[in-house]
């Protein structure tokens, strides 16, 4: 049902309204709805109000690919799709649901936060600016991202940075426009562009002003329009700067901002600069980690310590920086294809695994042994 109702980041009302819709089954105590767009929040009291309040979140948005699977589920949406499987997360938190309302907990509070707009790095940000989410005060934040190419159900924990740090930019050169017959009479930011291009990709190939792994890749380019008769008037270069520690960005950024600057000045081209989609990096509490090894040893799933954390961004980074908690990686096979591929599809076994690992979490942290029930 997810699955085959796919919405783009910033527009998943619909899924928004649907899991409301089921989530009513589990009668949370409260919920919280238009937290930074189509975001809301379930709560599920314990029977005791006193003790801890652990929040775990999933994602509501999907991706702009082109679903290439055949399934009895396909998204109908065509050009749209869960291609990072955040349709199984939300149904992960479904089924804590189902487990809070048919054991509820002693003491303490759950959140269930279902987050939109992780895949553009706005979601986290703007659930975080909303007063009615500050009025929750969670002690503890964790959310889970499954992976593929991890054996199935394996846990991926890392103390620490989780995942990286990444910003994209948006660099617009400006010369002025002629006819293409006569280009003495004009400014064209061609060779700006270029050199801009061939500056930024030595940066990231020197990696020594960097602690750790810093990357830098052109993801777009445009000069001018497509017009033979014109001399162009304007380029555009586009990168994201990706790096696994948030001073190795920051340095990454000023190298980028000094290359474009002197590009610029070189050839005599007006210039203005934009970072868009920032992510944070996904730094672990090394508490919260000990709460995660001690709820899947109890259910007997494999943990594996990351060495590196991952290459890509999570916005709930965001989440980590405020509140003390963690993001880990829940196996999605080995033969999984990888996320944001067009054959990619969220492996429905990780369901009950993902939410029992959650509950499991929670009981931990309330210290809670009586509901001796997974
Ligand atoms: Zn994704
Ligand atoms: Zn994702």
Known sequence: MLHQHPELSGNEYETSHTLRQFLQRYEPDQVITDLGGA???AVFNGSDSKGPTVLFRAELDALPIVEQNELAYTSIRKGVSHKCGHDGHMAILLGVANLLRKHPL??????LLFQPAEENGAGAWAVLQESRFQDLQPDFVFALHNMPGLPLKQVLVREQTFAAAS??????????ESHAAEPENGQNPGEGMSELIQALNAIARDQTPFSDLSLLTIVHARLGEMA??????????????????????????????????????????RHDLEWVEEFP???????AIEYIKHAATGMGLDIKQAEQPVRWSEDFGHLTNRYTGALLGLGAGK?????????????DELIPVGAALFYRIALTIMQDKSPHVL
Not at 106 to 111: L, P, S
Not at 281 to 287: G, K, M, S
Not at 337 to 342: D, E, N, S
């Open 228 to 269: 033979f008769g014109t001399n162009p008037g304007f380029a555009t270069v586009m990168a994201t700067l990706r790096a696994f520690e948030q001073e190795d960005l920051n340095k990454l950024k000023e190298l980028a901002i000094e290359s474009v600057k002197l590009v610029s000045s070189k050839y005599n081209l």
């Open 167 to 176: 910003v994209g930019l948006k660099v617009g050169l400006y010369g002025k």
């Open 281 to 287: 990096a996904t730094v672990n509490a090394p508490e």
């Open 106 to 111: 002693h003491t303490g509070r759950v959140i």
């Open 39 to 41: 975001g809301f929040a």
């Open 335 to 347: 033969d999984q294809p990888q996320l944001h591929h067009a054959d990619y599809d969220f492996p």
